[in-house]
C-alpha cells in the first residue's frame, strides 16, 4: 500500500517552473529519499503533498485521500520538518511546542520532553537565543511531537552538527521501525545512502529515476582502479569512460559486460586492481551529465 501516490504533479509559478509531470509511490513504512540540487523541485513537492499551495495540474493522494481536498485532514498525521525554520522570537522553546501540541487531539506533553531530551533542546530558552542549529531541534521536535504516520523532511541536517546528526538519524530510524513512514529530501547523497531503502532522483523539476538504492548502484557504472608495473593501458574498450592515469594508477568507469573488462585486465602487467560500486553521488553525477 502507497502512502504516498504521486501522478503526473506539475507547478508553475507563473512562467516559472516548478516541478513537471512528476509521479512516483511511497510505500507505508519505508524511507523514501528524493535527491537533487537546490532549484531541482524538491521542496515544491513537499509544499504540494501538505496542500500549501496548489497544483497547476496532476494529482497527488496521500492516506489515500486527494491533497486538493482533504489538506487539513492530511496534515493531521504528518510530520513537517521545513528546510527553513522561522519562529516567533520571544517565545520560549516549550510555549512553542505546547502551542505546536494544541493544534492535534492527543496529549503531546511526555512525548514532548522526551523528545526534547533526546535532541538535547533547552526547554526554557528563548527563541532568539537559539543558534540556527537549536532552532533546528526544535523543529525536529515540532515535527514529531504529535507522533505522526507520515514524516517529511526537508533538508534535515543543515545546522546540526556530526554528533546531533548520528542522533537524529537513529531517531528517524526508530521512527520507522515503529511503523512510521519517512519521505527523505536532501541534496547530500551520503545521507540518503545510508539512511533510505529507495531513492527517487528529480532534476531540473523533472522525475529522471526511481529505484532501490542497490539495484541504482549495480545496474550503473563500476568504479575500476589498475596499477600497472609497464607503461600506460589505452583501455580503448565500448563502456569505458573517464580515464585518468596518475603515477602509475590508472582510475576509470566502466558499464557494460564485466567479463569484457576482466579479460582486457589479464592482458597488461598488473600490480593491484579493485573493482568497486559507485557511490550514490557518482551515480546521482551520471544523471546530471
Do not use: W
Not at 516541478?19 to 521542496?43: H, L, Q, T, Y
Not at 513537517?80 to 520560549?92: G, H, I, T
Not at 557504472?221 to 600497472?228: A, D
Not at 559507485?278 to 551529465?289: G, N
Request: charged content about 25%; proline content about 4%; some cysteine.
Amino acid at each position: 500500500m502507497n502512502v504516498i501516490e504521486v501522478n503526473k504533479l506539475t507547478k508553475y509559478y507563473g512562467k516559472s517552473r516548478g516541478i513537471v509531470d512528476v509521479s512516483f509511490g511511497v510505500e507505508e513504512g519505508e524511507i523514501f529519499g528524493f535527491i537533487g540540487p537546490n532549484g531541482a523541485g524538491k521542496s515544491t513537492t513537499i509544499r504540494l503533498l501538505l496542500s500549501l499551495i496548489h497544483p497547476t495540474s496532476g494529482d497527488a493522494r496521500v492516506f489515500g485521500k486527494d491533497i486538493a481536498k482533504e489538506g487539513p485532514t492530511i496534515r493531521e498525521q504528518i510530520g513537517y520538518l521545513p528546510s527553513e525554520v522561522f519562529y516567533y522570537d520571544d517565545m520560549k522553546v516549550i510555549d512553542l511546542l505546547k502551542y505546536s501540541a494544541s493544534f492535534y487531539p492527543c496529549d503531546c506533553e511526555e512525548r514532548t520532553r522526551e523528545l526534547a531530551s533526546l535532541m538535547e533542546l533547552e526547554l526554557n530558552r528563548r527563541i532568539r537565543d537559539l543558534s540556527y542549529g537549536n532552532r533546528k531541534k526544535v523543529g525536529i521536535v515540532q515535527g514529531l511531537l504529535h507522533s505522526p504516520k507520515l514524516v517529511l523532511l526537508d533538508e534535515p541536517t543543515a545546522g546540526l552538527d556530526p554528533l546531533m546528526q548520528r542522533k537524529f538519524f537513529d531517531l528517524i530510524r526508530d521512527e520507522n521501525k515503529k511503523g512510521v513512514t519517512v519521505f527523505f529530501s536532501s541534496h547530500i547523497l551520503s545521507e540518503v545512502q545510508r539512511l533510505c531503502n529507495r531513492v527517487g532522483i528529480i532534476r531540473e523539476g523533472r522525475m529522471v529515476e526511481v529505484s532501490d538504492i542497490r539495484t541504482l548502484q549495480q545496474n550503473n557504472t563500476k568504479k575500476i582502479r589498475v596499477n600497472t608495473r609497464y607503461g600506460q593501458p589505452a583501455f580503448d574498450l565500448p563502456g569505458v569512460t573517464n580515464v585518468v592515469t596518475e603515477n602509475g594508477t590508472t582510475q576509470l568507469f566502466f558499464r557494460g559486460d564485466i567479463n569484457l573488462i576482466l579479460r582486457y585486465l589479464t592482458t597488461l602487467n598488473v600490480d593491484d586492481v579493485s573493482i568497486e560500486e559507485p557511490t550514490l553521488e557518482e551515480i546521482f553525477m551520471h544523471y546530471y551529465e
